[in-house]
């Protein structure tokens, strides 16, 4: 729910700078341009594409991206559930771009990129508000699950601006459909072009489980799905029940808020899941409308999504009993929920993370809204041992 620059979608190395590309210090040395083919800095994955105006929205899930050469291959992302994103968000007339994660590569020993989606897609085209289910073609279909496509494309064609990176352009511009409806997409390496400008990432929170944590609070280090995090004195570690000394350690489920510097997630806000609330659920995050505090819906205009593909550019929420509302990072009632949420709708994004049924409707386990730095608990600078 952060408004703060987090990842740029592209396949992208490490960044001296902030924004998403990074400054000209070699990524395979850190000793600049033209040094030996040694790789000790990681290479961050990026995603962009090209503006295409025929589209509100076109969500696909991106699975894997894979570097392949004549003898082997190297995962650079890997997401068995999908990673959803709106390729739309990322063909602006402006360059945006997403992080997928990073590795210590060579990109010069790999001749292409392999990258692996779920084979159905939801398409809304401009001026709609609903979409359509469209499959890629059978000719993409992953030999070895045919519930996935495959798109591949040559490495070493684009002249990369700034540091190495490694951009996977998704090329919307240049997808098509067959009189079947089925999707006919094309890929390409981007060039990195704008990059390097923090405006041009877009925001994204990142869950998953601590590991690799090295340093002493509250100067640490970790990784969670592949991305480096660092922690400093600014950075507020949460637990999520709002209980006290909030304490980094490997094997712990965290969502992470930061934002992108020198390659790197600088983490501005850290949650631990002590109550076991970051599951893989499905998550709406947008502006609301059509409240009723009684019934306990709303309506999500819908701006990120993640492990759903939307049916629309709205989702329908609904809430039970158990579900838990928590108002400017503070537990509260379902009716101190809506009022506070009614007070300020304009400009109060809700997040919403639950169940998504058949019919597209979403029943939330969690519904949030407003700041989160309102949570107990916490602490500056890594937190506090256990």
């Known amino acids: 729910m952060n408004t703060q620059y987090l990842y740029g979608l592209a396949l992208a190395t490490t960044m001296v700078a902030a924004g998403c590309g990074g400054s000209n210090t070699d990524a395979t040395t850190g000793a600049g341009a033209g040094a030996p083919s040694r790789v000790s800095t990681p290479v961050p994955t990026l ?43 990322i063909g602006q007339t402006v360059p945006k771009f997403l992080l997928l994660g990073s590795s210590s590569i060579n ?16 398409v809304i085209n401009a001026g709609l508000t609903k979409g359509v289910v469209r499959n890629f073609a059978p000719q993409f279909n992953n030999p070895s699950n045919l519930n996935q496509s495959i798109v591949t494309f040559p490495l070493g064609t684009a002249t990369v601006v700034g540091a190495p990176k490694l951009v996977v352009n998704m090329g919307l511009n240049h997808w098509s459909f067959d009189s079947k409806g089925e999707v006919h997409p094309s890929m390409s390496q981007g060039d990195g072009r704008g990059s390097d400008d923090p405006n041009g990432c877009e925001a994204e929170d990142n869950k998953g489980i601590v590991s690799g944590l090295t340093g002493t609070a509250p100067t640490q280090i970790f990784s969670i799905n ?84 939307p049916t ?67 602490s ?5 041992p256990h």
Do not use: C, W
Not at 231 to 252: H, K, M, Q, R, Y
Not at 354 to 371: E, F, Q, R, W
Not at 380 to 384: A, E, F, I, L
């Open 226 to 309: 592949g991305i480096t995090v660092n922690t400093d004195a600014n950075t507020v570690i949460v637990n999520n029940d709002n209980s006290a000394n909030p304490a980094l350690a490997n094997g712990e489920r965290v969502e992470v808020t930061g934002t992108l510097v020198n390659g790197s997630v600088l983490a501005t806000r850290i949650q631990i899941d002590v109550q076991h609330d970051l599951e893989d659920d499905a998550e709406a995050d947008g502006l609301a409308s059509n409240l009723d505090a009684t019934a306990g819906t709303l309506t999500i205009t819908i701006q990120k999504a993640k492990n759903f593909l």
């Open 47 to 89: 995603a962009t594409s090209n503006y295409d105006k025929r589209f509100n929205h076109f969500y696909v899930k991106v699975i894997a991206v894979d570097l392949i050469n004549s003898t082997t291959a190297r995962r650079v992302f890997n997401n068995p559930l999908g990673q959803v994103l709106d390729v739309t968000t």
């Open 107 to 122: 990109l010069n020993s790999f001749s292409s990129v392999k990258v692996t989606l779920a084979k159905k897609t939801t």
């Open 312 to 378: 629309g550019t709205t989702i329908n929420v609904a809430t039970t009993a158990t579900t838990k509302f928590v108002l400017n990072g503070a537990v509260v009632s379902q009716a101190d929920f809506f009022t506070g949420l009614a007070a300020g709708l304009a400009t109060m994004e809700v997040e919403a993370e639950g169940s998504v049924d058949a019919n597209g409707l979403l029943t939330a386990v969690t519904l949030k809204a407003g700041s989160e730095d309102g949570d107990g608990g916490g």
């Open 380 to 384: 500056g600078g890594g937190g506090g």
